[in-house]
Nanobody
Framework: QVQLVESGGGLVQAGGSLRLSCAAS????????MGWFRQAPGKEREFVAA????????YVADSVKGRFAISRDNAKNTMYLQMNSLKPEDTAVYYC?????????????????WGQGTQVTVSS
């Protein structure tokens, strides 16, 4: 099991930027595909982005494409989500998670370990 801790959330005006971090415990971080999800009040948790073990491939949801970028530093056991041109509809709790085999990248069922989440609020 991997322990995940998100940080970097906060209150930002529309058009602003934030960088989220996801710090992982353990020595197996680089064996996992990792993902970011978000959940707004009253809505289901939705896929934001995912990254392969060696950062060779990244996947970003259409709703954030061109604005958000996912990256990781395996030497630091940390994954990042750079969020630019933020919109009020990006307001949500953001979670990171480790991918398990099977299931698609965008399915919450395909992820095992989850962090506690970090709140992102974008004001208009």
């Amino acid at each position: 099991q991997v322990q995940l801790v998100e940080s970097g959330g906060g209150l930002v005006q529309a058009g602003g930027s934030l960088r989220l971090s996801c710090a992982a415990s353990g020595r197996t971080f680089d064996t996992y595909i990792m993902g970011w999800f978000r959940q707004a009040p009253g809505k289901e948790r939705e896929f934001v982005a995912a990254i392969t073990r060696s950062s060779g491939n990244t996947y970003v949801a259409d709703s954030v494409k061109g604005r958000f970028a996912i990256s990781r530093d395996n030497a630091k056991n940390t994954m990042y989500l750079q969020m630019n041109s933020l919109k009020p509809e990006d307001t949500a709790v953001y979670y990171c998670a480790t991918k398990r085999p099977g299931y698609g990248l965008a399915s919450t069922a395909g992820y095992d370990d989850w962090g506690q989440g970090t709140q992102v609020t974008v004001s208009s």
